[in-house]
């Protein structure tokens, strides 16, 4: 296991990974001492430096000086290790192939080349499947050949012309498109033919690109590129409506996920109208801070594959709540749904309970804009695993919201904003037997000791979040208690 620790971030905000890269590999570099292991061989480094550290599981305690140990390793490889060699061609080839990545991405830091390509798509929740690379070697294989630290440079000898076609193409997979693109600079025919492989070029990320006349550059590029093109990210993207539209024209057939997050200055309903009419198996739809008016959700209507609506902080013009509903009557596949708190109303609600049964996650719910005719219809959408609630204007003495949630057995993940929990709402809270994560933000408790009974009956509970409610000294000691008495649930408090 992990964990990955931001030293001195927010602690009410949250900070987002494109990828962790992990480099290198124990398959081929064992101890010299065949009974040591690796671990070994690194914790009788570390006491090198840390003489009076005695935690095992944690060789890096000094964060400033925690490469040291590596790179006295480095200098003293021969000393510690050897590396095997397997005759394996295809290892070899990775190995290679992995080496001269290095070398590019060494070299891109002094050329200017944009770095804002792909920094990675960040995929929903049901497809992220991790790319890894599978290194196996036969033992018997392995030890038939024991190379030094110096005879391991034949490694990097190792011809890339007896490998197979299929096997680079899998190679190139892992590969970033900057890279992959800095490699048809390679003097070499055949790694140009196969790094224009459309099949590679599947995911594009060309988020906060400013200029236009590049952006125009790019979209003519990766035209040719992108036949088989499914994910598209041009967040804060700066281009030409007209250029995108061609690009989509030649290379959107196959799209499933698009986003298009701030254009809230552009007009966007070119490509509202081509994505509609080229894009039939769009799935996910992100238009975060954009501007929509009448005639572009007119376009949305006809998308019918939608499974992933945002249209979080988007500036709505014209009759709204018609048009809305209309699109959630042609996508009934809908399981993310993400508004402005303002377009959720008792019809949008009355529709999602009517055509979108299988609705998972809905953000974003103002309770100012609904009543309970809005509430019971929601009723309908029993997988339900995540709510965003603004409880602001919702009357203290009505509990039908809360035996409203208390109904859903796939509640994952509850986020309840400006509310006045009484007993009995904690009750009703604490009858979500699958929740897992629970934020009561500016939430007025009445005894917050009450609380409890959410950590004794959720046994699947592993995040509870005090953010800016009554909280006083009193509570916070009461909150240390329960970490002691449920360890396994994270206690958050946060005061203004």
Request: glycine share 2%; aromatic share 10%.
């Amino acid at each position: 296991m992990l964990k990955l620790v931001f030293k001195d971030s927010s602690q009410v905000s949250y900070t987002k990974l494109d990828a962790v890269m992990l480099i290198g590999t124990s398959e081929l570099i064992l101890s010299k001492n065949l009974n040591e292991s690796l671990t070994n061989v690194f914790q009788k480094i570390n006491y090198m430096f840390y003489p009076y550290h005695d935690n095992v599981h944690n060789l890096t305690t000094d964060s400033e000086s925690a490469h040291l140990d590596i790179v006295y390793l480095q200098q003293n490889f021969s000393k510690y290790c050897v590396i095997y060699k397997s005759i394996c061609s295809d290892i070899r080839g990775v190995f290679y192939i992995l080496s001269n990545i290095l070398n590019i991405q060494n070299n891109l830091k002094h050329k200017k080349v944009s770095q804002e390509i792909i920094l990675g798509y960040e995929q929903p929740l049901d497809q992220r499947y991790p790319h890894r690379i599978l290194l196996k070697s036969n033992s018997n294989c392995v030890k038939r050949v024991k190379l030094s630290l110096d005879k391991s440079k034949d490694l990097s000898r190792c011809s890339l012309s007896a490998l197979p076609n299929e096997i680079l193409l899998k190679i190139f997979k892992y590969l970033d498109v900057v890279t992959l693109c800095r490699m048809n600079e390679v003097n070499n025919k055949r790694f140009d033919t196969l790094t224009r492989d459309s099949l590679l070029y599947t995911r594009l990320n060309m988020r906060y690109i400013r200029s236009g006349k590049y952006m125009c550059k790019l979209f003519c590029y990766f035209t040719s590129r992108c036949k088989y093109l499914q994910q598209l990210d041009l967040t804060e993207c700066n281009f030409d409506v007209n250029d995108f539209v061609n690009f989509l024209d030649n290379c959107g057939s196959r799209l499933t996920h698009l986003r298009l997050r701030g254009y809230g200055s552009i007009k966007l309903n070119p490509v509202l109208l081509k994505t509609s009419e080229t894009c039939k198996n769009l799935k996910e739809l992100d238009l975060f801070q954009s501007c929509i008016n009448d005639e572009g959700f007119l376009y949305l209507e006809g998308l019918n594959n939608l499974e992933h609506l945002n249209l979080s902080e988007t500036r709505l013009t014209g009759n709204r709540t018609e048009r809305f509903c209309k699109v959630l009557q042609n996508n009934q596949r809908m399981r993310q749904l993400s508004a402005d708190s303002t377009l959720i109303n008792d019809a949008v609600l009355i529709e999602l309970g009517n055509s979108c049964p299988d609705l998972e996650v809905i953000s974003s719910l103002d309770a100012y804009y609904f009543t309970s005719q809005g509430i019971n219809a929601l009723a309908n959408c029993k997988n339900l695993q995540k709510v965003n609630l603004n409880l602001y204007e919702y009357p203290v003495t009505d509990d039908s919201l809360f035996r409203l949630l208390s109904s859903y057995q796939n509640l994952q993940e509850v986020h309840l904003y400006s509310t006045v929990l009484t007993d009995h709402r904690l009750e009703l809270i604490a009858q979500c037997k699958n929740l897992k994560k629970l934020y009561l933000v500016n939430a007025k408790l009445d005894i917050p000791d009450k609380c409890s009974i959410i950590l004794k009956q959720c046994p699947k509970l592993q995040e509870f979040y005090f953010m800016y409610c009554n909280i006083n000294q009193l509570v916070n000691n009461m909150v240390n208690q329960w970490k002691e008495i449920y360890p396994h649930v994270s206690v958050y408090t946060f005061l203004n």
